[in-house]
């Protein structure tokens, strides 16, 4: 998409409001768990330091359902991006107001606050129009750098683009780059690896890529339904009903086409999901009893062999348990094949697949690793993602706050 960059904008001096994405987990303590999604906005917070603007960051956190609630509160948040970033974040204990007015007006060049969570108002879920206006008061210009939220229309993502000019931050800009290099112009072969559990959640992303690839692989508790489709024993693996049609639907719609979908040809299988379960291998039919619970050694090794000689790749959802250690195998294999991969694209999709990714230690190893699951996906499905489409959409020209 042909948004404005934030490299564009004329910034030396001024007041520019970050959309960042802040929900990161926190543990009982009160203390940032994961620090990822923080760490991949510094280039834009560091960025706009060095030009000596005034950054105002803007974030939600969990779901405070509209109402202020300390158990949510991005304080915690500033004091961790204070050590990251080795100098002082102002927090400011509002987002709207008299007091976000006088500390972000107090702010001098170069440095840094943090306004409070954006959903202790329900006016930011609801893209109302005045908190757009009171949040766009506060500065010059905007900038999106949250990939994460960049698939809701909110206050702070799609209404606040009508009152400033605006522009996609360093990491926002990093992800449409990449999404749509795999997606409208990839260099081929071009596979995609797809996990999760149910048909409904990745159908529109399958029908999507089924006219874009030339490898579709399905792993994960995903495939069973697939195979049970094809008229293959499951066994008691997880099997989802209600996309059953669905992935009948999809098997003679890929019949129809030139896309080669791959499906597990044997399995891990275990008598229950725990990590102490007995465990054994099985063919494609899976016996009464047992679960499948991993993609098995023949199928991880033909989706190897297929990857190896792909150029372009995008994976969305682990091809079995990851979480659980003795299912994780599979996962671990794809991850491990991608990251020695030479001269090829790799993209992986935020959420699990991420967190598989990062456990692993193979992020820096990958193209790009997304910050957003639900963003990745719905961008997968071809959808336009209402905070990328304001960006561009926007005139560029403030309106009188």
């Known amino acids: 998409m042909d948004c404005q960059l934030l490299k564009e904008l004329k910034i030396p001096g001024k007041r520019v409001i970050v959309r960042v994405d802040f929900n990161v987990p926190m543990d009982d303590k009160g203390r940032v768990s994961d620090e990822t999604r923080i760490v991949k906005t510094l280039p834009t917070i560091q960025f706009l330091v060095k030009q000596k603007t005034r950054v105002i960051l ?7 359902k509209g109402r202020k609630d300390s158990q949510f509160s991005l304080k915690p948040v500033a004091e961790h991006l204070s ?18 007015k006088k500390e972000t007006m107090g702010l001098k060049s170069g440095e ?53 000019p605006s522009a996609a931050g360093l990491l926002l800009a990093k992800e449409i780059e990449y999404f749509d290099r795999i997606l409208r112009n990839p260099e081929r072969p071009f596979a995609a690896i797809l996990g999760g559990a149910k048909v409904v959640d990745k159908i529109k992303v399958i029908e999507n890529l089924i006219a874009k690839v030339d490898y579709l692989l399905i792993g994960g508790a995903m495939a069973y339904t697939f195979l049970k489709a094809r008229g293959y024993k499951i ?19 890929v019949k ?30 899976i016996a009464e009893g047992w679960i499948g619970v991993d993609i098995g050694p023949r199928t991880t090794e033909r989706f190897r062999t297929v990857l190896a000689g792909a150029k372009t790749i995008v994976w969305n959802g682990p091809v079995g348990v990851f979480e659980i250690k003795p299912f994780s195998n599979g996962t671990r294999h794809i991850a491990e094949c991608l990251a020695q991969l030479k001269g090829a694209t790799t993209v992986i999709g935020g959420g699990e697949t991420a967190a598989a990714v990062t456990q692993l230690g193979l992020e820096d190893k990958m193209s790009h690793v997304s910050t957003g699951g639900g963003a990745s996906l719905e961008y997968l499905e071809g959808r336009v993602l209402p905070g990328i489409e304001a960006l561009c959409s926007t005139t560029g020209q403030k309106v009188s706050t």
């Open 235 to 253: 066994g008691n693996s997880k099997f989802d009903f209600e996309g059953f049609e669905t992935a009948k639907q999809i098997l003679e719609r």
């Open 256 to 285: 129809q086409s030139r896309v080669q979908l791959m499906l597990p040809q044997d399995h891990i299988v275990a008598e229950t999901v725990t990590e102490n379960a007995k465990t054994d291998t099985s063919d494609i039919d």
């Open 112 to 164: 840094v606050a943090l306004l409070e969570n954006l959903r202790f108002y329900q006016e930011e879920e609801k893209n109302d129009s005045r908190f757009s206006k009171e949040l766009a008061s506060l500065a010059d210009l905007y900038v999106n750098d949250a990939f994460g939220a960049a698939h809701r229309a909110h206050a702070s993502t799609v209404g606040i683009t009508q009152f400033l």
């Open 83 to 100: 050590k990251l970033l080795k100098r002082p974040v102002k927090f400011i204990p509002d987002c709207i107001g008299p007091l976000a």
């Open 58 to 64: 803007i974030s939600h956190l969990g779901r405070p």
